[in-house]
């Protein structure tokens, strides 16, 4: 019989499953006698110490993760732990995954592999048995009927309303903020897909990959997203759900119905390197030194460092949507908008350009760099960048405008400011995500090998 991956499914050979100890196992206790002793120590009237035992019935051995030979979050990890088989009276391992292998972030992984070792550990201990023989019979009864169920009455849940039913079970687990957050984070952008093409009433049962594919490349374009990482972040997301969905006792969907990753119905996307590097201060003192000669061009530039703000949020933004006393501008989105916090430095760069002598529907950064009714050309400041300063200085390719935003994260990481605060500017609405950006960009920068570490010895 096949083995299942739920702690409450957990099968061997012989057919497992149950939640009660079982007789049998406490049969077994006269063949087992002296294998669960515990020495203990005790002192006669004169000091002297002897050995006396304990008899201690114990049936099972507690759960621990395996890792891999290595440790490696693209290893194959489970949870492993021993009860008695009644019919050898020999202990017996069982593994559960319960999914663990769907997550690529080792620090989730480590913390869902250590909330699952907790969760079977206590059920042991409140005398959970995979062996009890009526509670397997009934199980598979169960699954039985639900299968016929779903054949013959495919109705299902929303697949909003399966979200959310998701997001309780991750609560329930009593998960960190951080998980809990990451998938708030992810499930919000699928159902803003669901919201925005009008396909919010669709049901469970009308799920496939052609719909998860579609999503995902709608919020690849919808989102801005470069390279692979956040895509396969999403479509691994997708993977955990179709797995929750398809157990015991929802079977809203078939597993085998959904194949994601290497050589799937959906493959993940091949992760490059960030294109817009950010400029250290090497390259930076020369790059703000050669602007000087193109004061509209250096405007722009610091206007991306101080505002973090994409390029071509920049091109879109008017006066009406900029609040200098309240220190904040609002992008506007065609799906969502955000608000972004006007620091000293940028309120002095706005105040500058007297914003309030014009319409409040012109351009902060216009035609020609000034302000103006009309938008500055897509390629205007890009094409001013690459002729009159990258080439000259004879810089990679791959320093760009944006990647001043990426400058100003480095030195506010530096400058030690929080995530929190940062996420602020970047416009990342989850964790997981900012993590994973922050990553490709500085990896670890609180690091002690950045300071004084050992000596070179002669």
């Given at each position: 019989m096949a083995e299942r991956n739920s702690l409450l499914n957990c099968r061997t050979g012989n057919g497992t499953e149950g939640s009660n100890p079982s007789s049998s196992a406490l049969n077994v206790e006269s063949s087992l006698k002296g294998l669960f002793c515990v020495k203990e120590q005790s002192g006669d009237k004169k000091g002297t110490r002897k050995k006396k035992f304990k008899f201690m019935l114990k049936n099972y051995k507690s759960a621990k993760v395996y890792k891999g030979k290595d440790g490696l979050v693209n290893q194959k990890w489970f949870v492993y732990y021993s009860f008695i088989n009644p019919d050898t009276a020999a202990f017996e391992r069982i593994k559960v995954y319960e999914g663990i292998n769907e997550f690529k972030d080792l620090e989730e992984k480590e913390k869902f592999a250590a909330d699952l070792v907790k969760e079977i550990n206590k059920n042991l201990v409140a005398g959970y048995n995979p062996f009890d023989v009526d509670v397997i019979e009934r199980s598979i009864e169960q699954e039985v009927e639900a299968e016929i169920l779903l054949s013959e009455n495919p109705k299902s849940p929303l697949i909003i309303d399966a979200f959310r039913a998701f997001m309780k079970s991750r609560h329930e687990r009593n998960l960190e903020p951080n998980t809990i957050n990451a998938y708030k984070g992810f499930l919000g952008k699928f159902e803003n897909y669901l919201l925005q093409n009008r396909l919010a009433d669709v049901r469970l049962d009308q799920l496939d990959v052609k719909l998860i594919k579609d999503m995902l490349d709608w919020l690849y374009i919808e989102q801005q997203w470069t390279g692979g990482t956040t895509y396969n972040n999403h479509l691994d997301t997708w993977g955990i759900l179709i797995k929750w969905f398809s157990i015991k006792p929802r079977y809203w969907v078939k597993k085998e119905d959904f194949n994601f990753g290497r050589e799937g119905d959906i493959e993940h996307k091949a992760a490059r390197p960030m294109k817009n590097q950010y400029f250290g201060e090497n390259v930076a003192s020369k790059v703000k030194e050669a602007m000087t000669a193109f004061p509209k061009l250096l405007f722009f530039h610091k206007f991306i460092y101080f505002s973090c703000m994409r390029p071509d949020e920049i091109r879109n933004l008017k006066i009406e949507n900029v609040d200098i006393k309240g220190r904040y501008i609002k992008i506007v989105g065609k799906t969502k908008s955000r608000t972004i916090p006007i620091c000293d430095e940028l309120a002095e760069m706005l105040t500058s350009k007297h914003l309030d002598e014009y319409p409040l529907s012109n351009y902060v950064i216009g035609k020609e760099g000034e302000v103006s009714a009309y938008m500055h050309s897509e390629n205007w400041f890009s094409k001013m960048f690459r002729e009159e300063i990258r080439k000259p200085l004879g810089i990679s390719e791959n320093f760009k405008p944006y990647g001043w935003k990426?400058?100003?994260?480095?030195?506010?990481?530096?400058?030690?400011?929080?995530?929190?605060?940062?996420?602020?500017?970047?416009?990342?609405?989850?964790?997981?995500?900012?993590?994973?950006?922050?990553?490709?960009?500085?990896?670890?920068i609180q690091t002690r090998l950045r300071g004084k570490t050992i000596g070179w010895k002669d």
């Open positions: 990426h400058t100003r994260v480095v030195d506010l990481l530096n400058a030690g400011y929080s995530d929190a605060e940062i996420m602020n500017l970047t416009g990342h609405t989850d964790t997981a995500s900012y993590d994973t950006y922050k990553r490709e960009l500085v990896n670890h």
